[in-house]
């Protein structure tokens, strides 16, 4: 379905203190959910809602939930026993979260069965293993979830893993065969860059369509709501290899409620600590990161690959184009020796790419780093920012793929960046030349390199915006990985300011690589 805008034909969460509050929250959405929900009726109510004025969730948690800390939340567990579908033996079941100090504002959750009628799926109590915590649940009532998870057996026929988790926010993250969670995507992004402060929308409510017993994907919709803006979602997930998650939206600006200034499509949020560009002093492991790069293909055909940093202050890189083909933050180093971290098996982390499915018009894949003390933050944002936005009150509708990919992962079809390098073995610049003039290394391989006689004429092709001068550049084979490795030194021209870089591979008259991108940050 193609990015789109047209006009479409014509709960709060309350007092959770006790059981009247709980009632009262349960049949905030009665009126709503009287019903059946499908694609229409959910764009109906997520459009209803854009009319209106936005109404914040201001209650809180029953007391003695509140006062509990990180681990004694912790110690709430969910029965696996008690999920939806499991007594059922479906091939999906729903597991669910509970509400507790970092997520505080409830989700309402339904089942759709399969003639469409719609069944609210309710706080239990009974459900949970509360440990060693000691809680009054009876007067909670139906409090609502923090979110769920779904489970298939995606790597063994003799157990059901998590496959998806819908948790905080509009995040969610999925998982391929053999992998382990990593980056998170989001429903919708809102003024991550410019305006006044980011605004994070969130799902309020899920209906879960019941799978047939021999079902290969499960489907699931929800709605989502901010401050400015509303929104249809319907996400069919389909287990496997790589787990793919088509997503299909229609979102609302909600009339009266301020501009926005970006509107973030297809967010995706990551962490990059260090790695072979961007070492961590005194960390025994080489590489921390759940992402190393960006990676995109133009309308045109252009495949360009821009190592991630962290940087020292907030930078934001913009690539403008029409109609993309694809952009993700992927995870390409897949090797154990590279992490040395036995816990975090960050060479098991998914890359997601984002497919666009129609036209998605004329607009910009724009990049977030942050700067982040160490890995327990996501510090690297990226999505796509269409060049129009919808009247208030009018759908902005848009499709994609949403591929979670492990060991197989998308790549150029002719050669790609293995890695990165920033640095100086021996040399005789002093050390203030070599901070004004920094060296990279970077190696390609792929098929289009591997057809190549060794002195084959493979040049490199390097550019650099007015504030970088390209003082040398080398192509030449590295026997070693049998690969090609470009060399490159640039000398910066006002150092307080960044300095963009491109380059490529070049046989002959042909392109043969991807173009690596990078952003030389000031010092």
């Not at 649940?137 to 893993?161: C, E, I, M, Q």
């Not at 036209?359 to 796509?384: C, F, K, S």
Request: charged residues 20%; contains cysteine.
């Amino acid at each position: 379905m193609p990015l789109d805008i047209h006009p479409i034909p014509t709960r709060r969460r309350l007092s959770a203190r006790n059981t009247l509050g709980a009632l009262l929250f349960m049949l905030a959405g009665a009126c709503a959910h009287a019903q059946r929900i499908n694609w229409d009726s959910l764009t109906v109510l997520a459009q209803t809602r854009a009319q209106k004025p936005f109404q914040s969730n201001g209650d809180k948690l029953p007391a003695d939930l509140a006062a509990l800390d990180y681990d004694q939340v912790r110690d709430i567990r969910f029965r696996p026993d008690r999920g939806t579908w499991r007594a059922e033996a479906l091939p999906f079941e729903a597991q669910y979260f509970h509400l507790g100090l970092y997520q505080t504002a409830p989700v309402r959750i339904h089942e759709i069965a399969p003639d469409g009628t719609v069944r609210h799926l309710p706080y239990r109590s009974e459900d949970f293993h509360f440990g060693h915590n000691t809680l009054d649940t009876k007067a909670w009532g139906d409090l609502g979830h923090a979110g769920f998870r779904v489970h298939y057996p995606l790597n063994s026929t003799a157990y059901k893993d998590e496959l998806i988790v819908f948790q905080g926010a509009s995040y969610f993250r999925a998982l391929g065969m053999d992998q382990q969670y990593g980056l998170s995507a989001r429903g919708l992004a809102i003024d991550t860059v410019g305006g006044s402060g980011e605004e994070f929308p969130r799902f309020t409510e899920f209906w879960l369509v019941r799978p047939t017993p021999d079902a290969k994907e499960l489907t699931i919709y929800a709605l989502l709501e901010s401050p400015r803006s509303t929104g249809a979602y319907r996400f069919v997930v389909r287990p496997g290899t790589e787990t793919v998650t088509t997503v299909t939206a229609r979102v609302f600006l909600r009339q009266g409620a301020g501009p926005v200034a970006t509107l973030g499509l297809a967010p995706l949020t990551s962490m990059f600590l260090s790695g072979e560009n961007q070492p961590m002093p005194g960390d025994f492991r080489p590489e921390v990161h759940d992402s190393d790069g960006l990676m995109m293909v133009t309308g045109e055909g252009e495949w360009l690959w821009r190592p991630l940093q962290r940087p020292k202050s907030p930078a934001v890189s913009s690539f403008t184009m029409s109609n993309p083909r694809g952009f993700g933050l992927m995870q390409r180093d897949r090797n154990f020796a590279s992490f040395q971290d036995v816990e975090a098996r960050y060479e098991r982390r998914p890359s997601a790419w984002v497919k666009p499915l129609g036209d998605w018009g004329p607009g910009r894949v724009e990049l977030m780093q942050l700067p982040t003390p160490d890995e327990t933050h996501d510090n690297i944002v990226a999505y796509w920012v269409p060049a129009r936005l919808p009247a208030p009150g009018q759908p902005l509708e848009w499709a994609y793929e949403l591929h979670w990919q492990g060991e197989t992962q998308q790549r150029p079809p002719s050669s790609w960046v293995t890695q990165t390098r920033r640095g100086y073995g021996y040399t005789k610049l002093s050390a203030a030349e070599q901070i004004g003039q920094p060296q990279y290394v970077i190696d390609f391989a792929g098929p289009a390199l591997d057809a190549l006689p060794a002195d084959a004429p493979v040049r490199a092709v390097v550019s650099s915006n007015a504030n970088g001068r390209v003082l040398e550049q080398l192509a030449y084979p590295n026997p070693a990985t049998r690969s090609w490795r470009v060399t490159l030194r640039v000398q910066r021209i006002d150092p307080a300011q960044p300095v963009e870089l491109r380059a490529f591979l070049q046989h002959n008259n042909d392109t043969v690589s991807e173009t690596w991108t990078h952003l030389l940050l000031p010092e």
